[in-house]
């Protein structure tokens, strides 16, 4: 760990209550953040900055019960609108005036959610819910609710509310199940959650499969060829596909990268559990396959059983491993498939030139870069081509990300 200098930090534009964007999946839209007497509301403010981050105007309701573990003054600094915390003649609980997009209860608890259930509007949570019902059931806006209690209180009445909840068209977003608690999930997968509620997008319930990762072979019990790669643009990808809407999931190889847990991704630890994996999910109808793993392009003849004594690794023969991508493409012919080409120590025209002829054998798009060209910055640059357009440059995996969910969007409204 480095030793402070004790320097001021450097300047930055931002204001004291402004925030970085991280998307802009919820720019123009407006969230209710309604919390509730749970010991998790203290991390009410976090939930309205990482809204925030998404773009997202934040006003937070407090219940009495949620001002015990939080304050006015700091949801208010993090939502940087004022908290209501009752009822008034100005009725801010039915937003006529100014629309939600979207109520989100976190921490939803027990008390709350019983209520919802029954139709109690006896506070400034449960009226402005009640309202939220109403516009929800005309397509008006969205309802999340995060439950969040211990053990002991998640009985029988409460998993009937929540049926019940789900039924009307509430979100139940999955809480963090450890120690004996239904726990407040992070932060980040709270706002994923409202990204996904309120998406537009006609990416919305597409069924895509993502890749990603380095697909290592075993040489013997403990060895394995790897490369690099980290599977880190895999994670964007699907990520962001996911904040549209997507009902899509990563398949990613083991390595030095894990994704994020609100992702919905399953790891594979070799070669031929990455392939065996891609044919048995695209079993289940996908639309789309976007293909950026870095495939292992050689495996041993055979892995050694034990460990392979120390210089004797010179003993082991290669093989080529089969091309999965190919391999794809000969068994489900109507998927439409993205794949990625890496290439070092050649020019850019040559790039594109076998980014095109790979187009020819019936992807819709490959994505192509070179070792050589990045930013000072270190950000990747990539070029999507395909065959009805110019190649379009794309720099660093967030941007390449967004450029190949745009284009899939593109041709899906077509």
């Known amino acids: 760990m480095n030793n402070w200098d004790f320097q001021p930090p450097p300047e930055s534009e931002l204001g004291d209550r402004s925030l ?33 981050r998404q773009g997202a105007d934040v006003v937070a309701f407090a219940s009495p019960e949620a001002l015990r573990y939080t304050t006015v003054e700091a949801l208010e600094w993090s939502t940087i609108n004022p908290v209501i915390t009752k009822l008034t003649a100005n009725a801010e609980h039915l937003s006529d005036d100014k629309p939600f997009a979207a109520y989100v ?13 029954l139709g109690i509007a006896d506070g400034v949570i449960t009226s402005s819910l009640g309202s939220a019902i109403g516009r929800m059931e005309t397509g008006k806006t969205k309802i999340l609710v995060a439950p969040t209690m211990h053990g002991s209180l998640h009985n029988s009445i409460l998993t009937a509310s929540l049926h019940k909840l789900d039924r009307l068209g509430v979100t139940i977003i999955t809480p963090k199940i450890a120690n004996g608690k239904n726990n407040l999930p992070a932060e980040k997968a709270i706002a994923v959650a409202v990204c996904r509620a309120v998406s537009q997008s006609s990416l919305k319930d597409r069924p895509i499969l993502v890749t990603g990762g380095p697909t ?34 990563l398949i990613h190889g083991q390595g030095s990268y894990s994704p994020p847990s609100y992702l919905p991704h399953k790891i594979v630890a070799t070669y031929d559990e990455y392939l065996s994996e891609v044919m048995s999910e695209l079993q289940h109808d996908y639309e789309y396959g976007i293909f950026s793993a870095a495939v292992a392009d050689y495996q041993p003849t055979k892995v050694f059983p034990g460990k392979i004594p120390s210089g004797e690794l010179g003993k082991i023969n290669l093989v080529p491993t089969q091309k999965v991508i190919g391999e794809v493409k000969a068994r489900f012919p109507s998927l439409k498939m993205i794949t990625f080409k890496y290439q070092e120590n050649i020019a850019h025209r040559e790039l594109i030139d076998i980014a095109r002829n790979r ?4 992807y819709q798009m490959v994505v192509a870069n070179r070792g050589e060209e990045h930013q000072a910055t270190g950000a990747q640059v990539a070029y999507l081509v395909t065959k009805d357009s110019e190649p379009k440059q794309a720099v660093g995996k967030q941007e390449i990300a967004k450029a190949i969910a745009n284009y899939i969007e593109s041709i899906s409204v077509l």
């Open 105 to 117: 209860v976190a921490p939803a608890t027990y008390n709350t959610i019983n209520k919802i259930a």
């Open 359 to 362: 187009l020819q054998q019936g």
């Open 216 to 249: 290592p072979v075993p040489i013997d019990n403990i060895r394995r060829l790897t490369n690099r790669f980290t599977g880190r643009l895999g994670a964007c990808i699907t990520e962001e596909l996911h904040l549209r809407g997507a009902k899509v999931k």
């Open 20 to 52: 970085a964007l991280e998307s802009e999946h919820l720019v123009n839209k407006r969230i209710a953040l309604l919390v509730t007497g749970s010991i998790a509301a203290m991390k009410a403010p976090l939930i309205a900055r990482t809204l925030r």
